[in-house]
């Protein structure tokens, strides 16, 4: 079975603070993905890489970067996080012409 | 520009009946890829059902159908025999296959309520 785990369920963090996100998969993915989820607004993606080191912004990334050192893994890092990025984070996978695979996901509160 | 559009923010089914959720979408790439994901309230995606833009049959999974009209630009997801676990959220989403990358578009979304 594919599988996507990210490195948190629940997340509580400060203003100001710098926050990580891990994602790994074990399929060997060309493709990853990180998303956020807001109510009413869908699934509006963050940034995707296509490769290790290779990365493009998606439709958000203000306020957002990420990392891709090994294929398996995929990090997306607030630099200082504020409130208005309390969200629900989704990481994915896929190859070029499947569907995605995605994790549990990542709720995150910034107080 | 592409777009994915769901209008049905919310709906409601009596156990066993039939369902349609609506989608829309909108690409100038002829080649292209039409899905539908299910999110729980547990919180993960579900994979359900594809369609291509050259398939020339609709898609079925189990008692997943997609009604692909492809003249009016519509992937409408069909449940049949709904059950007490089919309530969920559900997602429509489009790939285009131009530039290769299995980026996804998604639409806003339909929670679907099954009532015993």
């Known amino acids: 079975d594919v599988k996507v785990t990210q490195s948190s369920r629940y997340l509580v963090k400060r203003t100001g603070e710098k926050v990580f996100l891990e994602c790994v998969q074990d399929?060997?993915?060309?493709?990853m993905f990180w998303y956020r989820q807001d109510p009413g607004l869908g699934l509006r993606l963050i940034y995707f890489?296509?490769?290790?080191?290779?990365?493009e912004k998606g439709d958000i990334p203000e306020g957002y970067s990420v990392s891709r050192e090994k294929k398996e893994r995929f990090s997306l890092i607030l630099e200082s996080a504020s409130t208005n990025q309390t969200s629900m984070y989704l990481c994915?996978?896929?190859?070029?012409?499947?569907?995605?695979?995605f994790g549990p996901g990542t709720r995150l509160t910034v107080t | 520009a592409q777009k994915i559009t769901q209008t049905q923010p919310g709906m409601f089914v009596q156990e066993k009946e039939a369902v349609t959720l609506d989608c829309t979408y909108d690409?100038?790439?002829?080649?292209?890829?039409l899905f539908w994901y299910k999110q729980p309230s547990s919180g993960e995606m579900i994979f359900l059902i594809y369609?291509?833009?050259?398939?020339?049959q609709n898609a079925t999974e189990g008692r997943y159908s997609l009604n692909f009209q492809k003249a009016r630009k519509s992937a409408n997801l069909v449940i049949s025999a709904s059950q007490l676990g089919d309530s969920a959220m559900y997602f429509c989403?489009?790939?285009?296959?131009?530039?290769?990358?299995?980026?996804?578009?998604f639409g806003q979304g339909t929670t679907l309520q099954v009532k015993p």
């Open positions: 890489s296509y490769d290790v080191k290779m990365k």
């Open positions: 690409t100038s790439d002829p080649s292209y890829g």
């Open positions: 994915a996978s896929s190859t070029r012409v499947y569907e995605q695979y």
């Open positions: 369609q291509g833009s050259y398939d020339q």
């Open positions: 989403a489009m790939r285009e296959h131009s530039g290769n990358t299995g980026k996804l578009i």
């Open positions: 399929m060997d993915h060309e493709n």
